[in-house]
């Protein structure tokens, strides 16, 4: 039985993964929106961003991610 490590399923070549870090590959440049904006808003931001992901803030400070799953529910 193999068993499968989550590198494997990256599509990576192990040696990369193991030796590089989050902050090689995070993305600094991130599109924040405020806590008070409606769902509409945030969705509208996400599609014309094409994002899965919005981080959420208030007082300049990160308060939450919502999903585009999230709206789906």
Do not use: C, K, W
């Not at 959420?56 to 709206?71: K, M, N």
Request: charged fraction near 25%; hydrophobic fraction near 40%.
């Amino acid at each position: 039985m193999h068993n499968q490590s989550p590198v494997d399923d990256l599509g990576v070549p192990h040696s990369s993964a193991r030796s590089q870090h989050v902050r090689d590959v995070m993305r600094r440049d991130f599109i924040t929106i405020s806590q008070g904006e409606t769902l509409i808003e945030a969705l509208q931001l996400m599609r014309l961003a094409r994002l899965r992901h919005l981080t959420i803030e208030s007082e300049g400070l990160l308060v939450g991610i919502l999903s585009y799953r999230d709206l789906q529910d």
